[in-house]
């Protein structure tokens, strides 16, 4: 008959001393599946020594710093259009950020949803595709001074 997996985290820490995750509380000898300190519930469970996510982590940052770049130079374009403070934006500069906008909103949902793939990729792949969002936010800046507003 297979052991319950609160049997399992019994015997596990009937050999061991280990801290409780919340408390710190030396777990050695359990008898229950919480955590006689602190009270929260305990379960024995089987983790990673290394997770994948550096590469993953880079990716979403520069995809999110050219995203909040693109809405900040947007809003800056809406707002002084508005006020009458631009009074000729660059056409060009104004498509430049509004494709930038959506290209890394539509960016930013695939990234996340190929996060698990991503960590099954090999780590040249990975960084491969993190090193190409990183130019994202460079591209953005170049530009800013190429065709942004004077
Ligand atoms: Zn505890």
């Known amino acids: ?28 000898n359990l008898t229950g599946s919480s955590c006689p300190e602190c009270g929260q519930r305990l379960q024995l469970s089987v983790t990673l020594v290394y997770h ?30 508005l006020n009458g403070r631009l009074r000729n934006p660059s056409g060009a500069f104004v498509v430049c950020i509004v494709l930038t906008l959506l290209i890394s909103i539509a960016l930013l949902v695939v990234w996340i949803r190929i996060s698990h793939w991503l960590r099954r990729q090999s780590p040249f792949r990975r960084w491969t595709l993190a090193t190409a969002c ?5 591209m953005d800046m170049a530009l800013l001074i190429a065709i942004g507003p004077r």
Not at 2 to 24: A, I, Q, V, Y
Not at 134 to 138: D, H, Y
């Open 1 to 28: 008959m297979p052991r319950s997996s609160n049997d399992l985290l019994k015997e596990f820490l009937s050999e061991r001393s280990t801290p409780c995750p919340s408390c710190g509380y030396d777990l050695r």
């Open 52 to 81: 994948n996510l550096p590469a993953y982590v880079v990716g979403l940052v520069s995809i999110g710093m050219s995203l909040g770049y693109s809405a900040i130079a947007s809003g800056f374009i809406l707002f002084a259009s």
């Open 134 to 138: 990183v130019a994202l936010p460079i």
